[in-house]
């Protein structure tokens, strides 16, 4: 499987995986031209630990923007700022992509660090996810992921995303890919369901009177049908031993006969 033109779904997969999301007015919109066939994701990271989206949106004194499709927030915030073609990856090259000439063929991801201030549980897990998120959508591996170091090393003497063994992102997005995604619930989603939650613990732990008028027993749900369960094991035994005595009357009246 693959996809050919704008990823206008960036923003409903990264939600499907569980990230936090934030759409940039006009992301839909704003690119440098369409995308050809989607190949994979370039990693980078901002250059500084304040990089703010509409800077990745809007780009640059020196290049327009759009720098890329995704701001990602040392929280594991996720902000769309873009659906077509982004200046983000420049001269480099890479087995599988053109040479010089990967913008139109890789998703961006631009993570607010410095490249030496290392990365926090937070983002580095939303940054596997946004990757795996993406994966997932282009029918591809995690070897479709390659820092721009890896790109435009060589090159442009690049070195982002710092202090990241790209090896290991690569293992820790596939082993992401393995597991089964959990749907995304809204607020009200959420306090529906922690509510049908609360009922059914009152209802498995409050003790409930007998509806018996002359009785005092009060116990729990799981306490009434466990004693239920006993009485008629109780009067199972008891039918059994009538049935005994019955057999015996029975055998002794014919006998006498």
């Keep these: 499987m693959s996809w050919t033109g704008d990823p206008v779904w960036l923003a409903d997969v990264l939600r499907a995986e ?3 999301v934030v759409e940039f007015p006009g992301w839909r ?11 994979g994701i370039v990693a980078h990271h901002t250059g500084s630990s304040r990089t703010p989206p509409r800077e990745i949106a809007y780009g640059l004194p020196t290049l327009k923007g ?32 053109p040479e010089d000439n990967a913008n139109a063929n890789t998703i961006g991801i631009e993570a607010v660090n410095n490249g030496t201030e290392g990365w926090s549980r937070a983002q580095y897990d939303a940054y596997v996810a946004c990757c795996a998120a993406i994966l997932r959508r282009l029918g591809h591996g995690a070897e479709r992921v390659i820092g721009h170091k890896e ?22 997005i596939a082993d992401r890919l393995k597991g089964e995604v959990l749907p995304v619930l809204s607020d ?7 509510d049908k939650v609360r009922r059914v613990h009152l209802e498995l732990t409050g003790a409930f009177q007998s509806r018996v008028s002359d009785s005092g027993y009060c116990d729990t ?25 019955l057999d015996r009357v029975l055998a002794a009246v014919e006998e006498a006969s």
Excluded at 31 to 38: P, Q, S, V, Y
Excluded at 86 to 95: F, L, N, T
Excluded at 153 to 159: A, E, I, P
Excluded at 161 to 169: A, I, K, R, S, Y
Aim: glycine content about 12%; hydrophobic content about 40%; cysteine-free.
């Design 66 to 97: 759009p720098l890329s499709q995704l701001h990602l927030a040392q929280d594991g915030t996720v902000t769309v700022v873009a659906a077509g073609v982004a200046w983000h990856a420049g001269v480099g090259r890479w087995p599988g992509l």
């Design 29 to 39: 919109d704003r690119g440098h031209g369409d995308f050809r066939e989607i190949w």
């Design 188 to 194: 009200s989603e959420q306090r529906e369901l922690l």
């Design 151 to 172: 790109w435009a090393g060589r090159k442009q003497g690049k070195w982002d995303p710092g202090g990241m063994d790209m090896d290991q992102f690569r293992a820790d």
């Design 221 to 245: 749900l799981a306490g009434y049908v466990l004693n239920s369960d006993a009485a008629d094991y109780r009067n199972e035994q008891r039918l059994r031993a009538l049935e005994l005595k």
């Design 18 to 20: 569980g990230l936090s």
